[in-house]
Every structure is written in structure tokens, then in C-alpha cells.
């Protein structure tokens, strides 16, 4: 069984910081790509990020270009969200996603629970 936990979400005002964490455990062989995906009410849910294996290749938004920064740590299986200058439109639940393949070699795509962002001023 695999789980992706994100954490660091909440209310922050326009102009201010946060930064998402999501680490995956259970019975993983390898991490593939790994991003930050995000839905507002009533949209669709929307790429905001994603970082591949090796962490040298990253693909954002462009609503979200030179403001948000997308990292991963390997050893620990978890990738980061630095998100700066939030926007009011930022708002949204935060979802990380994660492919990977198990240890019985099933490579699959898996999503965490979701994190509420909040923007206000």
C-alpha cells in the first residue's frame, strides 16, 4: 500500500508564502515524476508543477512562473512546493501526485488527499 501525505497548507494573506510538502511511503521500488496539482471550486483541477526523477528537469504553469519553486528530496521521497507572492487566485485545494512503481513492480499513478490554500486580503 502506498500514501502521499501532504502537509503545509492554510490561510495566508496576498503577497505572503507557503511551502507544501508531500512525502509518499509504503511499499515503493521507485519514484518517477512527481507534482503539485491544484483545483479551485467549480474548475477542473490543473497542473501547477511537476519535477522529474533526478530533480534537474521542472514544468510549471505559467501562472505560477517565477513565483512558485518545485524541489524534491529522493531519500526521503517527498517533493516541495515553495509557493511566494501569493495571489488571490491561488486559492484552491493542492493536491500532490506521484508515479512510481511498487514493489511488485505495478507502476501506477498516485494522488494525496489535498491541502487547502487560501489566499485573502
Known amino acids: 500500500q502506498v500514501r502521499l501525505v501532504e502537509s503545509g497548507g492554510g490561510l495566508v494573506q496576498i503577497g505572503g508564502s507557503l511551502r507544501l510538502s508531500c512525502a509518499a511511503s509504503?511499499?515503493?521500488?521507485?519514484?518517477?515524476?512527481m507534482g503539485w496539482y491544484r483545483q479551485a471550486p467549480g474548475k477542473q483541477r490543473e497542473l501547477v508543477a511537476d519535477i522529474i526523477t533526478g530533480g534537474g528537469v521542472t514544468n510549471y504553469a505559467d501562472s505560477v512562473k517565477g513565483r512558485f519553486t518545485i524541489s524534491r528530496d529522493n531519500a526521503k521521497n517527498t517533493v516541495y512546493l515553495q509557493m511566494n507572492n501569493l495571489k488571490p487566485e491561488d486559492t484552491a485545494v493542492y493536491y500532490c501526485?506521484?508515479?512510481?512503481?511498487?514493489?511488485?513492480?505495478?507502476?501506477?499513478?498516485?494522488w494525496g488527499q489535498g491541502t487547502q490554500v487560501t489566499v485573502s486580503s
Open positions: 501526485k506521484a508515479d512510481l512503481r511498487t514493489v511488485t513492480l505495478a507502476r501506477g499513478a498516485y
Open positions: 509504503g511499499n515503493i521500488f521507485n519514484m518517477y515524476t
